[in-house]
């Protein structure tokens, strides 16, 4: 979308590509812990939602509420939680985690806690194909997939 | 805005009321550790953002964008953090507030750390106050203040 937009390498380290929405990249969180989406606009020097351009604003609320409902849709999650923090990457990125009553950090927030769990990779692709398949998004290209998710 | 709107008594108990803006009741959190505004928007049987009607979408994307700017206009935060957690509380309620290195939550999230400390009566209206004239809108009416805040 803009040749000027980087992921941020802290970013990239702890998630899988699951592939691009019209303005978002969608990564997968990898931790096992918790059904975790992270989307990033892909436009450079955003750090606060309020840095959105007004035009963006509602593809980007869009895109949250269909990150939620795949998520939703995925398993019994009881509760969406959706955050945009940034106090370590600032980067703007926005958090859509399925939460359950059962999940090991409720209901406090999942952020900061405890230590992540990585996937298998067998259940990392599969989480993101299924993810992929809910958001109608494709699979990022295989360079690019390997390159970012460091796998 | 709509007469099914009721504020949770958990939210109302824990918040002092700003006012009112296009779509979302705007209370600041009794907590005077953090300057936290949380949004409610004022339509009944919402829980996750998702659940917004797609033409309230742009409004309360402006409504925590214009909160974000009025927390990072009363002071040099570092930070926004904006969430939508609900674990608790159900009722779709969004958290925006300002963060900064020297605060006792940084870098982690403030939802569920310690405990709340209250502001005095003083010091909680002049911070409304403010807040009410970055944001805009006016005082609740009186009887309507007093009843939600419990002060």
Redesign the interface.
């Known amino acids: 979308m803009n040749p000027a937009f980087a992921l941020h390498p802290r970013l990239q380290a702890d998630t899988f590509a699951i592939g691009d929405m019209a303005l978002s990249r969608a990564l997968l969180m990898n931790d096992a812990r918790f059904p975790w989406i992270i989307l990033v606009p892909r436009l450079p020097d955003l ?4 840095d ?1 351009p007004d035009d963006m ?2 593809t ?3 895109e ?2 269909s990150a ?2 795949a998520l ?1 849709n995925l398993a019994g999650f009881e ?10 990457v ?1 980067q703007l990125h926005v958090h859509v985690v399925g ?1 359950s009553s059962g999940d090991p950090a ?4 999942v ?2 806690f405890g230590v992540a769990q990585a996937y298998d990779s067998n259940r990392l692709e599969e989480r993101a194909a299924a993810l992929r398949s809910a958001l109608k998004i494709e699979a990022p290209a295989i360079r690019l997939a390997s390159a970012e998710t460091r796998l």
Chains 1, 2 share one sequence.
């Open positions: 750090c606060e939602l309020s959105l604003r509602s980007m609320f869009d949250i509420a939620s409902r939703l509760k969406i939680n959706v955050g945009a923090l940034g106090n370590i600032r939460r409720w209901p406090g927030p952020w900061g």
